[in-house]
């Protein structure tokens, strides 16, 4: 199933069915233990994010090609830091750029496949990983890279935490349309531009591995969501570095999820 989550005209947060580029088909029930088709067609005034995560896990240097790119060695473990919740924004909404950094913020993409956890899990072996997954959604980890790298005292989370800076979206589709998510293309395009091409299968830590081992010792929610690293390509390792800048368009694409797409927009 193919799930979005949006804004009916009378702003009331529903998820459905997406039947056209402003109507779908409502669903009721709970995202968590269940959403069934009612029939009834319903407006969309907004596209919203596919959900309000509870927690945001993020894997960093997560594919053998990006790196490469950055000179660093491939990971022993997971490198693993958080986003706040407040970072979350939906398709088609504005990624603002932050005015905090006086040098400039040196804003950069990051096209990422998102899991979204379903069910409480806690160590669980990588054999039955998968099936605590709800689905899967598209990401973009925006990333400040001055921040990333000055400004937080040697840890990323900082520049990786602006408002706007977690776009999700534009739906989330249900584990059983993706049997294996390490199977997916996945790509970035800057104004029309293909910077980010890659493969899911090049992760060094696979979907399955990554829930096993975020789940040791530590309960995952309903609700969590795992951004699980992206592929070569990003602006800071290009020569010259490429950076968004306002009036850009950011297009993230997913194989068998779609493309989520964001403007650049001054603070």
Same mark, same amino acid.
């Given at each position: ?35 069934? !088709?009612? %029939?009834?067609? +319903? ?10 995560? $509870?927690? /945001?896990? *993020?894997?960093?240097?997560?594919y053998r090609g990006h790196a490469a790119e950055t000179g660093a060695p491939i990971p022993e473990h997971p490198i693993i830091f958080m986003k706040p919740t407040s970072s ?78 977690? !776009?999700? %979206?534009?739906? +989330? ?10 199977? $997916?293309? /996945?790509? *970035? ?68 999820i779609g493309i989520l797409e964001n403007r650049i927009c001054a603070p």
């Amino acid at each position: 199933m193919r799930i979005a989550r949006f804004l009916d005209p009378q702003d009331q947060i529903c998820f459905g069915i997406p039947t056209g580029s402003r109507s779908a088909e409502l669903l009721t029930g709970n995202l968590y233990t269940g959403l069934r !088709p009612s %029939g009834e067609t +319903l407006m969309v005034s907004k596209w919203l994010a596919p959900l309000d995560p $509870l927690n /945001i896990f *993020c894997i960093g240097l997560n594919y053998r090609g990006h790196a490469a790119e950055t000179g660093a060695p491939i990971p022993e473990h997971p490198i693993i830091f958080m986003k706040p919740t407040s970072s979350v924004t939906g398709p088609d909404d504005p990624i603002l750029l932050p005015a905090s950094c006086a040098q400039g913020p040196e804003v950069d993409y990051e096209a990422e496949l998102a899991v979204v956890i379903g069910k409480r899990t806690k160590d669980v072996p990588v054999a039955a990983a998968l099936e605590t997954v709800l689905g899967y959604t598209v990401a973009n980890d925006i990333s400040a890279r001055r921040w990333q790298k000055y400004g937080g005292g040697g840890q990323w989370v900082r520049g990786k935490s602006f408002d706007s800076f977690c !776009p999700l %979206g534009p739906v +989330l589709v249900t584990a059983e349309e993706i049997p294996d998510p390490q199977a $997916l293309t /996945i790509g *970035c395009e800057l104004n029309g531009q293909q910077l980010q091409s890659g493969f899911t299968g090049d992760m060094i830590f696979s979907v399955a591995e990554l829930i096993s081992r975020l789940s040791r010792d530590t309960t995952l929610l309903p609700g969590t969501l795992i951004l699980t690293g992206t592929p070569s390509g990003v602006g800071f390792t290009r020569n010259p570095p490429v950076f968004l800048s306002p009036g850009d368009r950011v297009r993230v694409s997913i194989e068998g999820i779609g493309i989520l797409e964001n403007r650049i927009c001054a603070p």
